[in-house]
């Protein structure tokens, strides 16, 4: 009888270790014209999609990979409090029994917070970010980044909702304390069936492994993704990147040139 994917992600997870180890650039804009030479051409062809990042844990990978959907989280849940009064607030200014769900992203680059915060033992998958947004459309949908804020009071939020769409600004606000996350999110509310975001599987660009994985089980998961999912993986090198360390070892191990006195 065939192991199961929650088997099998319980399997992986006892082989990882404390051990620790260890840019997207955005596609610019075409040339005008109607006319593209050949290396103008190849160019176009190799630019990389826009991304958005979803830190999760190994087990939730596979359920997402078997799926193939992200689940919208209930805020009320969280464990930022402050941050869980501002969506619920939205929900209230939406009429009584609106509810309020919300999946996060990271809109840039990878730090050492994503991964000791949202996935210490966990991966990161890199989403194709028009695909993503593709699936937030309606409008019970709305998806932005973040604005964090110092201070707020309740004058500002008062006149705030006054204005033009000022009340879907409201879901978007969090304290500044946070802002080395880089949080873009997608938010659902509405009374109905809490939707999911569907995606094709074309739409994940890559998938990376914690730091604090040992390598040792980079060839384990590896294998199994490649050939369950033909998805490769690859392992942060956010806590050791060979070429940075190579660089500095290598920095006085060589005779320097004697200043001219």
Known sequence: MKKTCATVARTL?????LRRFGKDKKPSGEGKGKCMSTSSTKKAAAKKP???RHYTSIENLFKILDSGYLLLGDPEKWED???????????????NGTKTRVVCFLDGEESIYHWQFHAPKGCCISFDRNEILEQAK????????????KSITAAELNELILKPKGIEK????KRSQFQCEGEYRIIWFGTGE???IHFKR?????????????EINLKNLGDY????????????RVLELPEWIRIFENLGKRNPKKRKT
């Not at 997870?13 to 270790?17: A, E, G, P, Q, T």
């Not at 660009?205 to 994985?213: A, C, H, V, W």
């Open 81 to 95: 409090k402050n941050d869980s009064a501002a969506l619920q607030a939205f929900g209230r200014l939406n009429g």
């Open 170 to 173: 409201i879901p978007f606000l």
């Open 202 to 214: 074309e739409a994940i660009i890559n998938i990376t492994l914690s730091p604090e994985i040992a």
């Open 50 to 52: 826009e991304i958005l």
């Open 194 to 196: 809490v939707p999911k």
């Open 225 to 236: 993704l490649k050939k369950k999912y033909r998805k490769k993986i690859q392992l942060s």
């Open 138 to 149: 309606g409008s019970h949908f709305l998806h932005d980044k973040i604005e964090y804020k």
């Open 13 to 17: 997870l006892s082989f990882i270790s």
